[in-house]
């Protein structure tokens, strides 16, 4: 059996010390063929703090559709009771729908979007294909939260990502504020790998989807680098768009307010940084969480539209 060399062990019996970032976290950098729509202050801003903020990227008339469809989908009784959609713990609400791109053909449009994915392109340098897709949905009053995580290890442990060649596309299908339980990232956070202590029991999805404990980093490592790097929560109208880098430590409060908050996330892979093995899992999670099969590259117009008129604000 050939051993495979780990740059980012975690989920071990032992403790370990957090790891330096071992991969660039721009991959286009003098790549020339994925020249893209950001410039060199995007570029750095997002190599330093790990994520972009664009506040209304879309039009609100663009991205209300999507929650017709979510309202749709509640509908279905089949989809309803299969594994890809999960139930709020506390509420019993919808909570998430995974592999979105695949249930409705206008989330998979948007996944093709030239403006989106001309920058991910640019950051992973690469052709890129969907790893994983999903909506999460808070209602007023009773949307529970996300404890601090980095979706890499995740990925890496249970899925078998090897590198830190991914981001993730979060859209906002409503208004974000401060008390409806935005995301909140810690800005810096992706320079550095938090491993767990503590092994990755059977078929550990079913439950941290639900309230993740396996992979959180621990508050000591979390202080450290919030301490070291703030808290930033992006705030803004529905159709603005966050991309946030694989290892960034990001989570959400419940939601405390009568408004509902919902986001779609599309999580974008380079085709050079596919699935192997999980490095700490008895087996792969299913193919809606993390894509083996379904790895096709993205295709795009030859020409990306400049983004003109949206900015990336200094959080």
Not at 171 to 185: V, Y
Not at 218 to 247: D, H, Q, V, Y
Request: with cysteine.
């Amino acid at each position: 059996m050939v051993t495979r060399h780990d740059l980012y062990p975690s989920r071990t019996t032992r403790h370990l010390d957090p790891i330096p970032r071992q991969d660039p976290v721009i991959h286009a950098r003098n790549q020339h063929r994925w020249e893209g729509p950001l410039d060199e202050t995007s570029l750095s801003r997002y190599e330093r703090d790990g994520f972009l903020w664009f506040k209304g990227f879309f039009s609100q008339s663009r991205v209300s559709q999507f929650l017709n469809v979510l309202k749709e989908l509640e509908k279905d009784a089949e989809l309803m009771k299969s594994d890809q959609v999960i139930l709020d713990p506390g509420s019993g609400g919808l909570r998430s729908v995974f592999a979105m791109h695949r249930i409705s053909a206008a989330f998979d449009e948007l996944t093709r979007d030239p403006r989106i994915l001309g920058m991910v392109r640019q950051l992973l340098g690469s052709e890129v294909y969907i790893h994983q897709s999903r909506i999460n949905y808070k209602f007023g009053f009773q949307g529970s939260g996300f404890d601090w995580h980095s979706d890499f290890e995740t990925w890496h442990a249970e899925d078998g990502m090897p590198r830190m060649r991914a981001v993730s596309a979060s859209l906002m299908l409503t208004d974000n504020n401060e008390f409806n339980g935005p995301l909140m990232l810690i800005p810096g956070s992706h320079q550095t790998f938090v491993p767990y202590k503590g092994k990755t029991p059977p078929a550990n999805w079913k439950k941290s989807l639900k309230a993740q404990r396996v992979g959180v980093p621990g508050m000591e490592a979390l202080a450290e680098l919030a301490n070291w790097g703030g808290i930033k929560a992006p705030k803004g109208p529905a159709g603005s768009l966050l991309l946030f880098e694989c290892n960034t430590l990001h989570a959400s409060n419940e939601n405390m307010s009568p408004w509902p908050r919902s986001n779609l996330f599309f999580v974008y892979n380079s085709i050079e940084n596919r699935l192997q093995e999980p490095f700490a899992a008895s087996e792969p999670r299913p193919e809606y969480l993390g894509a083996r099969h379904n790895i096709q590259p993205l295709d795009m117009h030859d020409e990306f539209p400049e983004i003109a008129g949206q900015g990336v604000p200094s959080l």
